[in-house]
């Protein structure tokens, strides 16, 4: 079991900057793929970023890339999610994930599915 926290979301002006922060617990050393994904109201779900366990692959939604930087620090745990240019259409919840390592393998790290284990969320406005 991974239980999965994230923070910092908050109230930002469009062109602003915020940090999100996902802590992990419990079976943290599973080598788990961790995902950012967001859902505004009336909206689906969507991928907005994945790294590996490692830390060495990356991925990124089309309408993230450039602005979005995922990372993470396995000694902390935790999960980050920088987020710069910040335009009205990125208000959303954002939830953390973790998904099998296998997920990378099998392609589907952008697919909500593929991911087990999901924190509570944490909301990102963004006024325009």
């Known amino acids: 079991q991974v239980q999965l926290v994230e923070s910092g979301g908050g109230l930002v002006q469009a062109g602003g900057s915020l940090r999100v922060s996902c802590a992990a617990s419990?079976?943290?050393?599973?080598?788990?793929?961790m995902g950012w994904f967001r859902q505004a109201p009336g909206k689906e779900r969507e991928f907005v970023a994945a790294?590996?366990?490692?830390?060495?692959?990356?991925y990124y939604a089309a309408s993230v890339k450039g602005r979005f930087t995922i990372s993470r620090d396995n000694a902390k745990h935790t999960v980050y999610l920088q987020m710069n240019s910040l335009k009205a259409e990125d208000t959303a919840v954002y939830y953390c994930?973790?998904?099998?390592?296998?997920?990378?393998?099998?392609?589907?790290?952008?697919?909500?599915?593929?991911?087990?284990?999901w924190g509570q969320g944490t909301q990102v406005t963004v006024s325009s």
């Open positions: 994930a973790a998904a099998p390592a296998t997920a990378q393998a099998l392609g589907v790290m952008t697919w909500p599915g593929a991911y087990d284990y």
């Open positions: 419990g079976r943290t050393s599973s080598g788990y793929v």
């Open positions: 790294i590996t366990w490692s830390g060495g692959s990356t």
